[in-house]
Nanobody, 121 residues
Framework: QVHVVESGGGLVQPGGSLRLSCAASGSIFSIDGMGWYRRAPGKPREMVAQITNGGLTTYADSVKGRFTISRDNAKNTVSLQMNSLKPEDTAVYYC???????????????WGQGTQVTVSS
C-alpha cells in the first residue's frame, strides 16, 4: 500500500504566504512525477505545479512567479511554497505521486486527501 499525506493548509490574508508539504510512504520502489493540483468550489480540478524526479518543473500560468515546487527524492516528499496569495487561490490542494510500487513494479497514480487553503481578509 502507498500513502500520500498533505499538510500545511490554512487561512491566510491576501498577499501572504503558505507552504504545503506532502509525504509519500509505503510500498514505494521509486516515484516518477510529483505534483500539486487544486479544486475550487464549482470548478474542475486543475494542475498547479509538477516536478519530475530529475527536477524539471511545470507551473500553471496563474501561479507562475508566485509558487515554487520542490522535492526531496530521498525522503519521497514534495513541497509547494506559495507567495503573494490571492483570493482566487482559495481551493482544496491535492498532492499527487506517480509511484512505481515495490511488489508489482507497476506505475500507479496516488493522491492525498487534500488540504484546504483559504485566502481571505
Amino acid at each position: 500500500q502507498v500513502h500520500v499525506v498533505e499538510s500545511g493548509g490554512g487561512l491566510v490574508q491576501p498577499g501572504g504566504s503558505l507552504r504545503l508539504s506532502c509525504a509519500a510512504s509505503g510500498s514505494i520502489f521509486s516515484i516518477d512525477g510529483m505534483g500539486w493540483y487544486r479544486r475550487a468550489p464549482g470548478k474542475p480540478r486543475e494542475m498547479v505545479a509538477q516536478i519530475t524526479n530529475g527536477g524539471l518543473t511545470t507551473y500553471a500560468d496563474s501561479v507562475k512567479g508566485r509558487f515554487t515546487i520542490s522535492r526531496d527524492n530521498a525522503k519521497n516528499t514534495v513541497s509547494l511554497q506559495m507567495n503573494s496569495l490571492k483570493p482566487e487561490d482559495t481551493a482544496v490542494y491535492y498532492c499527487n505521486a506517480e509511484v512505481v510500487v515495490t511488489t508489482t513494479r507497476n506505475l500507479e497514480d496516488h493522491w492525498g486527501q487534500g488540504t484546504q487553503v483559504t485566502v481571505s481578509s
